[in-house]
């Protein structure tokens, strides 16, 4: 069967031969065939007729194609034309998929059932009866599904598809101070090729924080920079820009709710106060809003979220991070997605019937439900969010994550006056008397009071940081060392906590792990650190909270592992919630410089208590010389 393209390859062949001669000269066509040869072979396509005719004409000129190089017996079989291309076209056309809007693509096919399997499997999918086509969502995923089917991909969707492939490119960030894992920097050229104005919705401990600092590294002439945060979260946030970047930022915290000069090209501010600071912040003409724990705004008719939207009218360049921007239903997410992109959702009637299963109950309006949301998380996923789960991370994770969580004290005037009648105490047992007093107990004494006052001032900021956490709807073990610390948890988080401590009869202990296992209502463990520090599997969670640090690193390594142990697939978050310039935090340095030497098997031997409290004294008393030295 001649091919119908090796015709058209001898037309062309003979007419670029023909020099045009009235009369025949042994090349190309002949007087007679030249104006019809030449016409054919600018043609691409052909009609049936047309290939025959060509064909027909062919034959006188078969001395030239034979020396020309042509199979003559190929092009001269004396069977039916075929034409193998064009019906590769054709049904390469009836498979095809083109886009309609930047969030919808138009799905025609030919009838196979596998083929319609697919496109039922496809987010947003729709079938149009009166069209005789399918409509499904834009995704990354779905558009290299129908490619691997055999699809025809329209241009416009080819370049959002390559857009999406730019999206999960790696960023390096010039003279960032902190390591970036590779799904972090993923993240921060999301943030980047969204010029900005983006929703990081990693889960718990992956790091939204950092990325977000990250993007200020990359862009130091973006200033004033404003973030907004959980109160909890004020000290934390100023400790890493300190950590992450080298830019020279001055960091300021703004405090209270009577505004004052802002001088800082960083500001941090609790979303708790930001109603009175709105105009003030206005009036420095942000470049940057940083809003950390997004999920605050939820509610429309909060005074916090008012005052949200107020002051991100007008900032070019909007990060929003929160694990949950959805925290029980649909509705929650609409201030989040409009504060971000008001073309994404403009109008909350239409959002609250395509998603939230909006309806009148006679009573008024209720948005409680959720309809299509599979639908929604692609229109996020590929406009402005990304989201990672640490299952698909974990490659890029270490076995444990460690973080220092800075907490406010309260009680600040009377921590400080524990803690200078405890330096001046040292004075008098200063030099070689020190070592030998190190041994007694009033060292001890007076170190636990100023612990326990670290805590009792940090309470309420380490309770809305646990509220904050289970919020995301992740688990958590929080470990603490006096059972006052752990009944007032207890306490606050009755409905969805467990404990165990001294106290907690052994029948009890086996019910408290199994629910805290198995009950998805049972979000928070509380446990004292030398009664459920060993023994315990508490793999449901991969986070640990240390509320109380122990004195030996033993300790601390032992209850961090009841969650780092078999069964647990996910790197260990471990969060040490500490009372800022405190004795907690000289401590937790010491126990973490003795966690490094400790042998990789522990051999079951605590680091003396004299050797850490000798080391946290001379601390203590470095520090008391070293400000001497200042003056």
């Not at 929604?376 to 220092?404: A, C, G």
Request: overall charge neutral.
């Amino acid at each position: 069967m001649p091919d119908v393209r090796l015709i058209q390859q001898a037309i062309k062949y003979l007419a670029n031969r023909c020099d045009g001669a009235i009369s025949e000269d042994g090349y190309g066509f002949n007087k007679t065939d030249s104006t019809f040869g030449k016409s054919l072979a600018k043609q691409e396509k052909w009609t049936k007729p047309q290939a025959q005719a060509a064909l027909k004409i062919l034959k006188k000129y078969q001395g030239q194609l034979q020396a020309g190089g042509f199979d003559i017996e190929k092009l001269f079989d004396g069977s039916e034309i075929t034409y193998p291309h064009l019906q590769q076209e054709k049904a390469k056309q009836m498979n095809v998929v083109k886009k309609v809007d930047d969030r919808t693509m138009e799905i025609r096919f030919k009838f196979d059932p596998e083929l319609l399997q697919l496109i039922k499997s496809l987010p947003g999918r729709r079938f149009h009866p009166d069209k005789k086509y399918w409509t499904a969502t834009i995704t990354k995923d779905s558009i290299n599904k129908l490619k691997d089917a055999g699809f025809v991909i329209d241009a416009e969707l080819e370049k959002l598809l390559h857009q999406a492939e730019e999206m999960e490119k790696e960023i390096e960030v010039p003279g960032i101070k902190k390591q970036l894992f590779p799904f972090q920097k993923q993240g921060v050229a999301f943030i980047e090729k969204r010029n900005g104005r983006a929703l990081i919705a990693d889960e718990m401990g992956l790091g939204k924080t950092i990325q977000a600092a990250a993007w200020l590294q990359l862009h130091p002439e973006k200033r004033p920079a404003i973030i907004v945060c959980p109160a909890s979260l004020k000290l934390n946030w100023a400790k890493e820009i300190k950590e992450t970047l080298s830019t020279k930022d001055n960091v300021q915290i703004l405090q209270g709710t009577k505004p004052y000069p802002i001088n800082g090209s960083i500001i941090i501010i609790n979303y708790d106060i930001l109603n009175s600071w709105v105009e003030t912040l206005q009036a420095i003409n942000p470049q940057v809003l940083i809003m950390d724990e997004m999920h605050y705004v939820k509610n429309s008719s909060a005074i916090r979220t008012k005052a949200a939207k107020k002051l991100a009218k007008g900032i070019p360049h909007i990060i929003a991070l929160t694990g949950t921007p959805i925290v029980n239903r649909p509705v929650e997410g609409f201030n989040i997605f409009q504060i971000l992109d008001k073309n994404l959702f403009p109008n909350f009637w239409t959002y609250v019937h395509r998603y939230c299963g909006a309806r009148h109950n006679g009573w008024g309006w209720d948005f409680s439900g959720a309809t299509n949301e599979e639908e929604l998380n692609q229109i996020l996923t590929s406009t402005i969010m990304i989201r990672r789960r640490k299952t698909d991370v974990l490659k890029d994770l270490p076995e444990k994550l460690y973080s220092f969580v800075p907490m406010e004290l309260d009680n600040e005037k009377e921590y400080r006056t524990a803690e200078a009648e405890f330096i001046e105490y040292l004075r008098g047992v200063k030099g070689k008397e020190a070592a030998e007093k190190a041994k007694k107990a009033e060292h001890l004494v007076k170190i636990e009071a100023m612990k326990q006052l670290a805590v009792k001032g940090k309470m309420k900021q380490a309770i809305n940081w646990i509220r904050d956490f289970i919020e995301d709807g992740s688990k958590l073990v929080v470990f603490a060392v006096h059972k006052e610390v752990i009944d007032q948890l207890m306490n606050e988080f009755k409905d969805v906590a467990v404990k165990i401590d001294g106290s907690t009869p052994t029948s009890e202990r086996h019910k408290a792990v199994e629910a805290f296992q198995n009950d998805p209502n049972v979000k928070l463990f509380i446990g004292n650190i030398q009664a459920a520090g060993v023994g315990l599997t508490l793999t449901a969670a991969s986070a640990v909270a240390f509320l109380e640090l122990p004195w030996t690193p033993g300790e601390l390594q032992q209850a961090e592992d009841r969650c780092h142990r078999i069964g647990q697939k996910n790197a260990v978050n471990i969060y040490y919630l500490l009372a800022e310039n405190s004795v907690e935090y000289k401590l937790a340095k010491l126990l973490d410089k003795k966690k490094e030497v400790l042998s990789t098997v522990i051999d079951g031997k605590p680091v003396e208590e004299k050797s850490l409290i000798s080391e946290l004294i001379e601390s203590y008393l470095e520090s008391e010389e070293a400000g001497k030295n200042e003056q």
